[in-house]
């Protein structure tokens, strides 16, 4: 198919200015027996999505299933908290393996009640995108406890007083470990 004459000042018109780059050096390759290569073990994004396989998920101030002098210590958080997770800081991958060993070891370590702080989010300025989302943690650590593996060690969970943390935080009564 042949160039129109209009087609073709058009081109010429449009490319007038272009000059030519300076051939720069080549980019070095790396020797592949020199690079030094570190693996390290990297959970699937997708454990995030498991959801509990018990009837009823927890919910914030969601007491069934406990007695009424742990529900009433529960509630005026009476239980001495005996480890902290701060989440500040923390990418949602690295806040999801830290709540998930966080609870597996204090269970493991029979603790009852403990305490995750999310943070409340980015608060929003005028200047701020309105669609920019904010306090990810603190709406993604409520979703990661009642998947079946944590879900099963968590008896009770709240968002505490301002003292302890307020909105920002969890406050969390574990089960008991049962001895066989």
């Not at 030094?36 to 919910?59: D, G, M, N, P």
């Not at 904010?134 to 008896?155: D, E, F, S, Y």
Request: hydrophobic share 40%; with cysteine; proline share 4%.
């Amino acid at each position: 198919m042949p160039i129109s004459p209009d087609d073709q000042n058009f081109w010429l018109e449009s490319v007038k200015d272009v000059t030519r780059q300076e051939k720069k050096a080549p980019v070095e390759q790396l020797n592949p027996s020199k690079a030094k290569i570190t693996i390290h073990e990297k959970r699937q994004y997708a454990v995030k999505q498991e959801f509990s396989s018990y009837s009823k998920a927890l919910e914030d101030a969601e007491f069934g299933g406990i007695d009424k002098a742990t529900l009433k210590r529960f509630k005026k958080e009476e239980f001495p908290i005996e480890a902290v997770l701060d989440l500040h800081g923390k990418t949602e991958n690295q806040a999801f393996d830290l709540v998930e060993d966080f609870i597996v070891q204090n269970y493991n370590l029979g603790r009852r009640c403990v305490i995750i702080i999310t943070g409340k989010g980015l608060s929003v300025h005028e200047n701020d995108d309105l669609f920019a989302a904010k306090g990810i943690l603190k709406k993604q650590v409520p979703t990661w406890l009642n998947m079946a593996r944590l879900r099963g060690m968590i008896l009770v969970y709240k968002h505490p007083s301002a003292r302890l943390g307020g909105s920002g935080a969890l406050y969390i009564l574990l089960r008991r470990q049962r001895k066989a």
